[in-house]
């Protein structure tokens, strides 16, 4: 019986050792040599162009490391495609969260797939710097770890229908939007502009994201003789929206939001169609002489050939770098609560789209975007500098 008490001890003590002697388990997301950052959108799909905002922040992270990170952590970026799939997106960031385990998100393509892992997101307390996908829904009610940095949606919608109203004298306008939440935002934000000038649609035409026969959609809104049409949907909704209207000799104006603005991609896969389309945009021109722009467009000649330069490429490069700038604030103390307070006091930081404020009571950071025109050979005309939506709600909260 003595012998089993003194061992009992003598293990109860060495347990009691081990305890206190084990180093300090890593903080979530990184360690003294990494930060695990995320990021999700279509690589495949019916949105695949819009996959180059993830490759846009891989070149900003590489910048990153090859300067030798962070007070000297590196970045590990982790791109995942979710197919432009809702239910995907939540399988691919589960994942990124579970298995990787992120510090945090930038971007993020696509509405409803966002909208859809929202709230799995703020349960695990992972900062979201730059949604992409640029939803109320996401930012209000505010989310302490959420941060947006490009115009919503609705804002964009109401900007570029100021422009064909107001300044192109336009007296009938149709729209074609997609049947979810992004589509729902520019049917919100177009509505909230005609409304202000006692105008309304002439037709509004919902289309599934996977519909690929719209001729009936055309037609209906070609019967309702707009002068401009507004498209609200993904690129290869986009096309062949065009490409149809072509063949039954519909020539409108059209107009549409920053996703569907690089034009060079847009000029190619419509065959030319897209010449003339007037767009909202949320980053400088690709072929600005701005300093940063110049430097993020000769790092990707260096680093990444194979990719072509334009807006949605530059998106992503836009949506890493205020968390960069947060972490280099911060410091080597590295945490979830610190990085938060320092993008709570970014006030008018701009890199290379519009400027970004953001506070404690409010992460919606910009209600501002530019006005290009598609010209010859996918170039780009500035028809219009930052301008912003005077008739935003979300300003009054």
Known sequence: MKLNRWMGFITISLLSLIVFTMPAVAAKGFDDKEIRIGQFGPLTGPAAPWGAVLRGSALAFQLVNDSGGIHGRKIKYLM?????????????????VEKQD??????????AGSVA??????????????????????VFPLDPS??????LYEDEASIVTKYLVET?????????????SYGNAGLTGVKQRLAKHKMELVAEIPVEPTERDLASHIMKMKNAQPEAVILW???TTAVISLKTAATMGFKPQ????????????????????????INTAIVEPPDSTLPLVVKYKEAAKKYMPEERWGLFFMAGLLVADPLVEAFRRVGKKLSTEAVVKELNSMKNYKTIGPSITWNKNLHQGVDSAMIWKCGPNGSTIVLQDWTSNELATWKKK
């Open 168 to 180: 192109l004298k336009v007296k009938k306008i149709g729209l074609l939007y997609q049947n979810d």
């Open 146 to 151: 959420l941060f947006l940095l490009t115009p």
């Open 233 to 235: 949907v993904a690129p």
């Open 80 to 96: 995942r495609d979710d197919q432009y799939n809702p239910a995907q997106t939540v399988t691919v960031v589960k994942e990124l």
């Open 102 to 111: 992120i510090f945090a998100l930038v971007g993020g393509v696509a509405g």
């Open 117 to 138: 892992a929202k709230e799995y997101i703020s349960q695990n307390k992972i900062i979201w710097v730059g949604p992409t996908a640029s939803s109320r829904e996401l």
């Open 254 to 277: 059209w107009a549409a939001g920053n996703p569907l603005a690089d034009y060079p991609m847009m000029y190619k896969i419509s065959g030319g169609l897209w010449e003339g389309v």
